[in-house]
T-cell receptor, first 114, second 110 residues
């Protein structure tokens, strides 16, 4: 069974640009969550989607947005990139958002802002 | 704000010893508890999940949960150098997001 697939793996952008990251969950998983990981802040929750609906949202500015498609694939978008957005962006999927369902992570997209 | 606290370490243990990793959480309504292992430069990997008070064993790993004390731990028996990684504790309440601690770095000395 294929794991969570994130594309691209690496991305270099400049300040002010925008970026779209993609996540394909494990087959059969319908819940997708996104996290930002930096050395100083650890894993910070961005948002969670289930059945194309955003269920939870973290404390990030409106420049960070996401969506989920009918096939459970998800994308996140960051507009007007800032230097501080340089991070590893991780996607995790689970069968459902139910509390007993563990999340499984993809390899992440490493975003560097110049 | 719901919090999950872990000692950042590093926790250094000799090869073959038992490594004990601890985690406390603030939300008494938390129902599900997970341990992830993250090697440097890699993504987190699920090791254990625990949902009820007591111990849960899986190979060399034992997760312990005490909801009254809001405490969850992970024991690694017969620690190996390959166990050297950052261990993340994660806690989930019903309808809420999964909240991660900042992780404990474990170093196993050969």
């Amino acid at each position: 069974k294929a794991g969570v697939t994130q594309t691209p793996r690496y991305l270099i952008k400049t300040r002010g640009q925008q970026v779209t990251l993609s996540c394909s969950p494990i087959s059969g998983h319908r819940s997708v969550s996104w996290y930002q990981q930096t050395p100083g802040q650890g894993l910070q929750f961005l948002f969670e989607y289930f059945s194309e609906t955003q269920r939870n949202k973290g404390n990030f500015p409106g420049r960070f947005s996401g969506r989920q498609f009918s096939n459970s694939r998800s994308e996140m978008n960051v507009s007007t990139l800032e230097l501080g957005d340089s991070a590893l962006y991780l996607c995790a999927s689970s069968l459902s958002p139910g509390e007993g369902q563990p999340q499984h992570f993809g390899d992440g997209t490493r975003l560097s802002i110049l | 704000q719901k919090e999950v606290e872990q000692n950042s370490g590093p926790l250094s243990v000799p090869e073959g010893a038992i490594a004990s990793l601890n985690c406390t959480y603030s939300d008494r309504g938390s129902q599900s508890f997970f341990w992830y292992r993250q090697y440097s430069g890699k993504s987190p990997e699920l090791i254990m999940s625990i949902y009820s008070n007591g111990d849960k064993e899986d190979g060399r790993f034992t997760a312990q949960l005490n909801k009254a004390s809001q405490y969850v731990s992970l024991l690694i028996r017969d620690s190996q150098p390959s166990d050297s990684a950052t261990y993340l504790c994660a806690v989930k309440s019903s309808g809420d997001k999964l909240t991660f601690g900042t992780g404990t770095r474990l170093a196993v000395r050969p």
